[in-house]
Structures are given as C-alpha cells and as structure tokens.
C-alpha cells in the first residue's frame, strides 16, 4: 500500500512528452531527417498509462480516506481530453470547408466527428487505410487516431486496472493484468505481419504498451520493486543514458519501409519503460531541467492536436515544394496551439463545470453534424462517380459529356457497371469490377469489337478515354475491369502482391480471353510511378530485378496474341504530389509542385521503360503507347491544360484529362483504322 506517502512531481515525465511531441512534429515536417519519429507516438502511449494510473495513486496518497470511484475518474478524463479536442476539431472543419474543394471536403468530413467521439482509428481500420497513404496525407484529421486509441484505453482502464489502484495488488492481479498484456504483444506481432494497418491502427494491438506504462507506475509503488531498482542504483545513470540513445535511435532508424509496428516499436516502448521506471535521475535530470522541453510538455496536448492539420492546410494551399508553407504551418501551429493551451486547456477545461462542458459539448457536437451535413449535401450533385466521371471547374464538378470534343460528343457514349448477375453471365464464378461502354441506345452485338481495359483504379480513370473512343468508332464496345475494393491491384506494377492480386489477374484475363475475339484490344495502363513524396520511394523501384506481374500475365498476354487480339501497354505519364484542383487558378503561381521538368520525368522513369522494352522482346507485336507529348512539351510537364485540370488527384487522370487522353488515342497509328 502507498498511504503516507505522497508521489512526488515528476518534471522529467513532462520533459518526455516533450521530446513526443518534438520527435512527431519533425516527422511529419521533415520525414527524411527522422524517418522513425513517428514513435513518438508509442512514448506518448506508455506515458499517458503511466501519468493517468501515477496520477490516480498520488490522489489516493495524498487522501487516503477518499476512494477514487469511477465517476471521479471519467470527469478528470472528460476535462482534461474532451474541450481542447472539440474546439480544435471545430477549427479544422470550418477551415476544411473554407478552402477544400466540394469532393475533398466530403472525402475527410466524416472524421470530425469519429475524432470525437474516439474512433477514427476504427474509421481508417474499416476503409482499409493505410497511416502512411499518399492520399492520406490532405486528410486534416489522421492525426486523431492515436487519440482514438488512447481514449478506448481510458474506457476500458477502469474495468481493468482500477479496482487495484484502491486495493492491495495481489499476485492474481499480475498474473491476468501480464497475460493480457501478453496477448496484445503477441497479437500485435501476428498482425504487423499479415495485416500491417490494422496492427498500426487497432487498441487490441496497441493495449500492451499504455498497458506497460500502467503496469510501471502500479509496480512503482511497491516495496518489491523499490528494491529492485536500488540494486541498480550505481548504475541507474548509464541505464538511463542508453534507453535514452535507444530513444533516440529508434526516432532515427525506425521506417515505415519495413515490418512495422513491430518489431521496431519495441525500441521506443522500451526505452520509455526504462527511462520512466528510473525516475528522475541523471541523465533525465538535465531533460527535466531543460526550458524547453518543459514548455513542449505542458503544451504537448494542444501542439499535437494542431501541428498535423496546420501542416496539411499549408501544404494544401501554397505546395510542398514552395517556400511558404513551412513558416505558415510552424506560425499557423504556434498561435492555435497558444490559444488552446492558454483559453482551453488552462481556461474552460479548469474552470467550467461539468454541466456546462456537456452544454458545450453537445453544441460542439451539432456544429459538427452541421458540417458533415453540408458535405452530405455535396454528395447529391457528385453522385458515386469514378475519377473519370467528373472534372472540376474552378468552383463545380461538370459531367465529363461537357468537355468532350465537339466532334466526339455528338456521338455520346454512355458507360453502365454491370451488376453481379450480369457478370455472372457472362462470366461465371467472377468477382470483378466490369463497366461496359457502347453506343447510346445500342445493344452488344457479336459482330462488334471490343477494346478491353484492365487494371486497378488507374484503369478506372481511363474510362471517359475509354467513352471518346466508343463514341468515335462505330462497332466499337469497351470493357473496363478493375478488382471491386481492390486498389493497387495494376496487372503490371511495381507494387505487386501476388497474394492479393493473383486472383484478380487470372479472372480478369480469363473474361478477355473468354470474350475476345481477333481485331480486338487490350490495354493496360502500365508500372505507373512512385508518387512524388519522400517518404514514398520504394526500394523495389529501383531493383530491377524485383517481379512486377504475376504468373497469369505473360503466358495469357501470349495467348491473346496468338488468337488475333492486339495487346498495347501505355507507358507512365507524370504524376505530382499536389491535386489537379490545387494547380488552378492563384495557387497555380504558388506551387513549384504542379510542374516539373521533362528531362528529370524522363530520367525518373527510365527503369520503367527499360523494363516494358524487355517485356516487348519476349512478346514480340506488344505495343508500347507513350502519351509523354500530351501531358508535356518540350520543356515542361504540367498537371493541368487552361482552366481544367488533367489529374482528378495526385496520378489518377480527371474526367478532363481522361478524355484529352481519349482524343490523343484516336490520332495515334494503332486507334486511326476505322
């Protein structure tokens, strides 16, 4: 028992989460120079189960008499999480509405309010996100899944853990309390294998370390672990120097490139138990003395509730490549980070009452509703439709039959999925993605040819190409296949999973050889390239000896040609780490991002090209279709023509530039025959 004895203060804990905070902020400003510091996180982690169980047993020191029940446990959770969280959640949503576009704004709305009520991390696992995708990266609110996790601990602490708070620990305690702790640890270790975002994302696998910070502070406060620790007391400064360098070893060595979270977020939890079970002695002293760090502690909760989405607002309006989004993100981050901490966190957190912060929150809470609801009504206009379907105008999405040339749209296309009966059909036993594309009002007919689109989400975009295409060659009824929920899954791709996409690949080539016939076409769009982010280079790009298809691939593409069918691989054409819509008008000045120069693209994707070539030799009559000269000139490459954007996002082609595509398709040798 721990009566009599008042816990101490303990400055070095708050210079630990100054180095949390610190270690995030440079990850996400600079990725290159701390690759790991994404495991600031996991320090943040164990320290919140250590501080909210330390905290608990210095009440119960302090009052022993006064139990501490689980109502007075969820209002101390409530002040201290909930107001700064709801005012900064209000700020990104308006600012959101303020300067995304429609469809952008609808794509994240959603997550203010799972970021309140503490599940945005479940809303990334559900939609099969990745924390590290590039399209994740305008997303104002990815931040909030960490503060999913850790609320849905809170939730579950007092169930737990609390009842040994009050009472004496006893051996079973440990023995259940060290078996779950296990099971999450065993758990996580499964899932960074075989399902790496939901190890990343779940509480289940991410329990064992706030479990660790817990486990610390109750064992903190026993005679048995007292002892233990004074038998390393001579040594107790050289151990807390190495976890120290472990710390700071893990922020620099760690990789979103590799297995992860674990093994690599062992290191930080590690050197986090270590340093917090030693307390404040030498080397932590000198942290704790450190200003700096100190004033990065106490503000550590409202700095990570606004530098993330002060970032991506920054990078949104000015690019990732100009020179003013970092001083206003860092500026931006200080004055709402000021504010949170000196009105919210120190004002009406403190000094509001429980009644008035649930007035609060249930308005907050509207406000939010109100948002979503302007983005719901968003959706009525846009529909569900594909990257092709629309393109955007400097305000609006136009249906893409707008922007076709007056010469193709006179003789309108139009494109229908096929339900799952009709591709059962016509294939039985397939589970595919299957637009069709004829002539208005025209039925397939045996005599038609067909031109065969087949990819993954990339292919979806060529469809308005696909339209331009039907629309100006009569006979002529196109087949767009991609994997339903499958994105990624391109036919020839750098990042090629043969567990997942293998069956993709065998049933979509065996729909084309079961309604191919001779004259007809296939086109793949091919090896398209890394995206324009540092923390997205991948080393199988530059291996050349890294497999880019599966096993179907070749031998099927052999065979379509063998029966008559012409088989064309489209080269990549740029891609940029900006949106199409973010490349109009003013911003269009701002951004070094919505261009580049022909020769590096050409120098980027050299191995690709080098790769279709040997592909070419072995299938020999295999077209390659280089677009280059529709989306550069002789100098420059841009990823918009006029007022209209050629890119929907950062690589997939918008309506427009779909469409421009389709145009410069029928004045090529392979399209012109009738």
């Known amino acids: 028992m721990i009566q009599g004895h008042r816990l101490p203060f303990r400055a070095d804990i708050q210079a630990l989460r100054g180095v949390a905070v610190l270690a995030v902020l440079i990850f996400h400003l600079f990725p290159d120079l701390l690759p790991g510091g994404y495991g600031g996180v996991d320090l943040f982690f164990v320290i919140s189960g250590y501080v909210v169980t330390y905290a608990l047993l210095a009440r119960q020191a302090k009052d022993p008499d006064r139990e501490m029940g689980f109502s007075d446990y969820f209002k101390r959770r409530l002040r201290r999480i909930m107001p700064p969280l709801l005012v900064a959640l209000l700020i990104i949503a308006a600012i959101s509405y303020l300067i995304y576009d429609k469809r952008l704004f609808h794509s994240f709305s959603g997550y203010s309010i799972t970021g309140l009520l503490g599940v945005s991390n479940l809303k990334l696992i559900s939609q099969q996100t990745n924390y590290f995708s590039p399209d994740e990266y305008l997303n104002p609110y990815l931040h909030t899944w960490s503060l999913g996790i850790e609320e849905q601990f809170y939730l579950i602490f007092p169930l737990i853990f609390l ?64 002892r233990l620790l004074a038998k390393f007391k001579k040594f107790a400064g050289l151990i807390q120097v190495f976890a120290l360098l472990l710390l700071l070893l893990s922020f620099a060595l760690l990789s979103n490139k590799g297995s992860y979270p674990m093994p690599g977020v062992v290191l930080p939890v590690l050197a986090s138990a270590v340093l917090l079970g030693f307390g404040a002695g030498t080397p932590l002293a000198v942290l704790a003395q450190s200003n700096g760090l100190q004033a990065l502690g106490a503000v550590s909760y409202s700095l990570y509730l606004y530098h993330w989405p002060c970032i991506v607002f920054a990078r949104y309006l000015f690019g990732s490549q100009s020179g003013f989004w970092l001083p206003v993100a860092l500026l931006a981050t200080a004055l709402l980070t000021w504010f949170s901490y000196r009105f919210v966190e120190l004002g009406w957190s403190r000094s509001a009452s429980l009644a008035r912060l649930g007035l609060l929150g249930g308005f907050g809470l509207v406000g939010l509703a109100l948002f979503d609801s302007q983005a719901q009504r968003l959706r009525a206009p846009l529909g569900l439709a594909t990257f092709s379907e629309y393109a955007w105008t400097a305000n609006d999405p136009r249906p893409i039959q707008q922007l076709l040339p007056a010469d193709v749209s006179s003789n309108d296309a139009i494109a229908s999925a096929l339900t799952a009966s009709q591709i059962e059909q016509l294939a039985p036993g397939m589970a595919l993605q299957l637009t069709m594309v004829q002539a208005t009002g025209k039925a397939i007919a045996e005599e038609r040819r067909h031109l065969f689109v087949v990819g993954d989400s990339h292919a979806g975009s060529l469809l308005a190409a696909v339209r331009s295409l039907v629309a100006a060659k009569t006979g002529l009824v196109g087949f767009v296949v991609t994997p339903p929920g499958m994105g990624g899954c391109s036919l020839l791709s750098y990042s090629f999973d043969p567990g997942r996409c293998s069956v993709y690949e065998a049933q979509s080539l065996a729909l084309v050889k079961r309604l191919a016939k001779p004259g007809d076409r296939l086109l793949l769009p091919s090896l398209r390239l890394p995206r324009l982010s540092p923390r997205l280079q991948v080393a199988s790009y530059v291996n050349p000896n890294t497999p880019v298809m599966g096993s179907h691939l070749e031998p099927a593409l052999r065979g379509l040609q063998a029966s008559g069918v012409q088989v064309g691989l489209l080269a990549p054409w740029p891609v940029y780490n900006v949106l199409g819509k973010q490349c109009l008008g003013w911003q269009q000045q701002l951004k070094l991002d919505c261009s580049q120069r022909r020769a590096d693209f050409e120098s980027d994707r050299a191995p690709a090209l080098e790769r279709l070539m040997r592909l070419q030799k072995r299938l020999p009559g295999l077209q390659i279709i280089d677009p280059i000269n529709l989306f550069c000139d002789a100098k420059t490459c841009s990823n918009w023509r006029g007022t209209l954007p050629l890119y929907a996002d950062h690589d997939h082609l918008s309506g427009y530039g779909s469409a421009a595509l389709g145009s410069w398709l029928l004045k090529q040798p392979q399209f012109r025959s009738p």
């Open 163 to 226: 009842p040994f708070v009050r009472t004496e620990r006893r051996w079973h305690f440990w023995l259940a309390a060290g078996a779950l702790w296990f099971a999450s640890f065993l758990l996580a270790w499964h899932w960074s294998q075989v399902a790496a975002e939901r190890a990343y994302l779940s509480p289940l696998s991410r329990f064992w370390e706030l479990a660790t910070g817990v486990l610390l502070a109750l064992a903190g406060v026993t005679s048995r672990f007292k």
